[in-house]
């Protein structure tokens, strides 16, 4: 039987499609016809580099999960990739096939590509399939470049409904529950007396199958099933049998199976079952084979993201650069990178409550520390699932069941053992996200072992325990109900969808609470329990920073995040991330590194540069990223002078001569690869050292005022290791590439009649972070046009407003822009830099987790790639901005800038204290109090090798100011210089100090 066909024929007119270019790339659509036919025409050129074009068009369609897009080609040109881009409705999702290496063909060619060969490219769908379809794309990139030109006709797609029309037959069946009635109706059902019984459907045609549901009408054979197929109902081939099943339904897993005649065959009479054949989609990956089985279940059972929900995650671990766990929000750890999750439910009154079924709340230890808590609170009971690790990597689980209500409460606390990470599948990569096959688990000697490779410890015996099989359901069900059966404690799952369950009987009398815990480590290891927690506090400055009102949150969160930069570390390693980001980028272990040295960490900086360093080529290239596969080599010309950077950093923070000279070498090879590589225009060539840049590499300013900060701050290494040759000739080169740096950007900006400072020559693109980071971090912003310097953070302050309000449409957003804080403060603009802090205080992923992801979507919910949670790099970069509210250096000035961004009201009672706050000329030390609506106070301890300048947090102009009780004449408006310390602040201003707000 032919199944119909639905298509759309989709226009070919040059005037619906419109054309995107990037970077130099150019391209023109135009009609053409051919043998009386229409068709598209795209003439492209390259212009000798990289980059893509893309010709939209928009379509208006619903497919269903089978389609095919069809479309004859032919052209001329050069070997290109070509790529079919199918976007939803809402412009956010995009499918994709990538035809690689494309010679254009001088003929006609036919081209059909099925849905299974689309596979989902970004967007924060991540990995659903396509249903409403907005546009359709088609995208040439550069692969050998140059100049071409391709013709596009009969283009269309085809919609290939699945059928839901079979030939059902059986071994027997009771009358008005026959075959037929299993697809649709009452259900099949086998004689009583047929010892065999089995099913058959015929789809007349072949048919890519991915699946099938069974609904048992009277629960899963134990004795199991078989599933077989044949071409013509003759011979037999068995795709999937299993001994022994449970549960009142049975998800078969058959990928990509191609067959016309499917056959379920039982080892003993039954009850009967309806049949639910799945579409190739149903199996396409394993997760979505989970997300279908979840979409069947109550919601609870299964974990959030198999919902296709965002869930966020925090690290369990220690500072000594050993592997982190992970905990969700749900209260699901995830033990090693990889590994399987451990979940709570509990059985309360007979009935199964999960994560959906309770009112979630999450915590920190003392709501700084990263020892994370989540709880789940009804209105009877309270279950806080709390996890820290020790010293030597245990992780420990502590589940604590309160009872809120005034009377008895029984419970059944289940601790449960299954094959889901605790990352989602949209964050995947290599084996991390997703599922984690899980395929022995055996519950001996009071441990559970999960694959032989990690042991789970109760700390006190439980009231019981089971393993089961993928095919024998749902674990829980074993343990939750008051007919609980023997389960096994042993079991093996050739498919790795083995889970287990740890039962602990609990009775709380009213108000009353109890604890269960249970530790986790290598199977290897000894069994050893409580051994005492890693102490964090003693790792955090918690007395370095305080201050009233929202300065307390404030501070709160960059002591957390000074935390998660050092529970991410792996050995010396600092990484930006503890799963998707697992790797050392030099230009996150250089914004890192600074964060640690001024957080008191510099120990764990240099040991990083002692790591990443070598890794430098002979020639003085330094890689972008090293992992456990060596170095990674992609041009991204920051990295060199990032090296600089980081080595120069650490040098002032540790003041550790022989440290310098062990990095001499690298820096000096580091500035012969800055000299070789700058091209005509006296800067780094073109480079990828932006995601954005990748499809089209440019000369970006990100890598040159890295390169800028580098060369001085080499100038300052040699001096400080007496090379005076290599310091007079670095400062000459230092002086030539600012220049050029500025003339540069001058010629961008007037060639593109722009207001700001942009962020690559070829794209004269607007990105405030890589201009705030030139300000705040990298100190370079001399000489920028200071109107176009104001413009560009203007600009940035106007859009992001308009996000905020809602008057801006948007999809998401980088904490990244954090940085942007800092060079607020250093432009004098106080309050717009306390307006983003608030922002950023109060999008916390979770709040109370004190942490951002790379990638905030708009949508929390949505399952969208987050880069990794918490990203490190930006948990380093909000220390760096808070820091810069209570003081900051000006290297080429030698001058520490005291108060610039101090919010009014954390000044209001007992004020601002800084203590012991490392800096480029010592410890600081400081107290900033208002004494009254005109009246502000500083008082600056001894310690401090620089000039001073204070800008108290004031309303008005400074109409009067005493140093130590003497008349001072040394300021402005806004501030005061001070020569020496210790010293007493005191100013008065013309207007009444801002109230708290």
Not at 586 to 609: N, P, Q, W, Y
Request: contains cysteine; proline residues 6%; negative net charge.
């Amino acid at each position: 039987m032919t199944r119909p066909v639905r298509a759309l024929e989709v226009s070919l007119d040059a005037a619906v499609w419109s054309a995107v270019a990037a970077g130099e790339a150019r391209l023109v659509l135009s009609s053409a016809s051919t043998g009386g036919r229409p068709a598209l025409r795209l003439d492209f050129d390259f212009k000798g580099g990289a980059g893509f074009v893309v010709a939209r068009c928009p379509v208006q369609y619903e497919v269903t999960e089978e389609y095919t897009v069809a479309f004859r080609l032919r052209g001329a040109g050069r070997i290109n990739s070509l790529e079919i881009k199918l976007v939803d409705a809402s412009g956010q999702n995009v499918w994709r096939h990538v035809h690689e290496n494309l010679q254009p063909p001088a003929r006609w060619r036919r081209f059909r590509i099925d849905s299974r060969a689309f596979e989902f490219a970004w967007g924060p769908a991540s990995g659903d399939v396509a249903k409403h379809l907005g546009a359709i794309e088609l995208a040439v990139v550069a692969g050998d470049g140059g100049a071409g030109t391709l013709w596009v006709s009969d283009l269309r797609i085809e919609d290939h409904p699945s059928p839901t029309d079979a030939r059902a037959s059986a071994s027997s069946a009771l009358p008005g529950f026959d075959a037929a009635e299993a697809l649709a109706g009452s259900g099949w059902i086998p004689s009583p007396d047929d010892a065999h019984p089995w099913i058959a459907l015929d789809f007349t045609e072949a048919r890519t199958l991915g699946g099938l549901i069974i609904d048992w009408r009277d629960g899963a054979p134990a004795s199991g099933f078989r599933v077989r197929v044949s071409s013509h109902g003759q011979r037999w081939r068995t795709v999937y049998t299993t001994a022994r099943a449970g549960g009142a339904r049975s998800y078969v897993y058959l990928p990509n199976l191609k067959t016309r005649v499917l056959r379920l065959e039982l080892n003993a009479p039954s009850a009967g079952a309806f049949l639910e054949p799945q579409s190739f989609e149903f199996s396409r990956s394993i997760e979505a084979f989970w997300y279908r089985i979840a979409r069947r279940e109550p919601r609870a059972w299964y974990p959030r993201w198999l919902h296709r929900e965002q869930t966020l995650w925090t690290p369990i671990g220690s500072a000594n650069g050993t592997q982190c766990a992970l905990m969700n929000e749900e209260g699901a750890v995830e033990v090693a990178p990889g590994s399987c999750s451990i979940e709570p439910m509990v059985v309360v009154d007979g009935r199964l409550f999960g994560w959906a079924d309770v009112v979630q709340k999450q915590e920190l230890a003392d709501d700084v520390l990263p020892v994370p808590s989540a709880s789940w609170e009804t209105a009877t009971w309270r279950l806080c699932i709390q996890s820290e690790a020790t010293p030597s990597g245990v992780v420990r689980l502590r589940y604590r069941l309160e009872n809120c209500s005034d009377r008895s409460l029984s419970a059944r606390l289940l601790v449960l053992v299954r094959p889901f990470q605790v990352t989602p599948p949209w964050q995947r990569v290599g084996a991390i996200g997703g599922v984690s096959l899980v395929h022995d688990l055996a519950w001996e000697a009071g441990a559970l072992r999960v694959n032989d490779a990690i042991a789970v410890v109760p700390t006190i015996a439980p009231s019981g325990a089971a393993a089961t099989t993928f095919d024998e359901g749902f674990v829980a069900l074993r343990l939750a109900g008051n007919d609980r059966k023997p389960a096994a404690t042993r079991v093996h799952d050739a498919r790795g969808f083995a889970s287990a369950a740890l039962a602990f009987d609990l009775t709380l009398d009213a108000r009353a609470a109890a604890e269960r815990t249970v530790e986790c480590l290598p199977a290897t290891a000894s069994l050893a329990i409580a051994q005492p927690a890693f102490d964090w506090s003693k790792e955090l400055p918690l007395a370095q920073w305080l201050g009233s009102g929202s300065a307390v949150d404030a501070i709160r969160a960059a002591l957390t995040a000074t935390a998660h930069i050092l529970v991410t570390r792996s050995g010396p390693a600092l990484q930006p991330g503890p799963r998707r980001y697992a790797r050392s980028w030099i230009r996150d272990g250089t914004i890192m590194g600074a964060a640690l040295s001024r957080m008191g960490h510099v120990k764990e900086a240099i040991e990083f540069i002692r790591w990443y360093a070598p890794h430098q080529r002979a020639d003085g290239f330094v890689p972008c990223c090293v992992d456990r596969n060596g170095p990674d080599w992609l041009v991204e010309h920051d990295s060199h002078g990032q090296l600089i950077v980081a080595i120069a950093d650490c040098h002032r923070f540790a003041a550790d001569a022989q440290f310098l000279v062990e990095c001499w070498p690298f820096v000096v090879k580091a500035v012969g690869c800055i000299e070789a590589l700058l091209d005509e225009s006296g800067l780094l060539p073109v480079s990828v050292s932006h995601e954005g840049y990748l499809a089209q590499p440019v000369h970006s300013y990100w890598d040159d005022f890295w390169a800028l900060r580098g060369l001085r701050d080499a100038v300052d290494l040699a001096n400080e290791i007496e090379d005076r040759d290599a310091a007079a000739r670095w400062r000459g080169a230092a002086r030539r590439f600012a220049a050029a740096l500025l003339e540069s950007i001058e010629r961008t900006r007037a060639a593109h009649a722009l207001d700001f400072i942009p962020g690559s020559v070829e794209w004269a693109d607007f990105d405030p972070t890589a201009t705030a980071n030139a300000i705040a971090f990298l100190d370079v912003a001399e000489g920028l046009d200071s109107k176009a310097v104001q413009r560009t953070f203007d600009r940035y302050l106007a859009d992001w407003r308009r996000r905020r309000s809602g008057e801006l449409e948007w999809v998401n957003y980088s904490p990244y822009e954090i940085r942007i804080i800092g060079a607020l403060v250093r432009l004098g603009r106080r309050e717009d830099a306390l307006e983003l802090l608030r922002f950023f205080l109060s999008d916390r992923r979770p709040l109370a987790w004190n942490q951002w992801p790379e990638i905030a979507w708009r949508d929390r919910r949505a399952p969208a790639h987050v880069g990794d949670l918490p990203h490190a790099w930006v948990a380093a970069e909000y220390v760096l901005a808070l820091r810069s509210l209570f003081a900051y250096e000006r290297a080429n000035e030698r001058r520490l800038v005291v108060a610039a961004g101090l919010a009014p009201e954390w000044t209001i009672g007992a004020g601002v204290q800084v203590r012991d706050m490392p800096t480029l000329y010592g410890s600081l030390s400081y107290s900033a109090r208002a004494l009254d609506e005109r009246t502000f106070r500083c008082e600056i301890g001894p310690g401090v090798r620089a000039r001073i300048e204070v800008r108290p947090p004031v309303s008005g102009r400074l109409i009067g100011v005493s140093v130590d009780g003497k008349a001072h004449h040394e300021f402005d408006a806004q501030s005061v210089s001070i020569a020496s310390t210790p010293a007493e602040v005191v100013f008065r201003t013309d207007t009444p100090i801002d109230s708290p707000g």
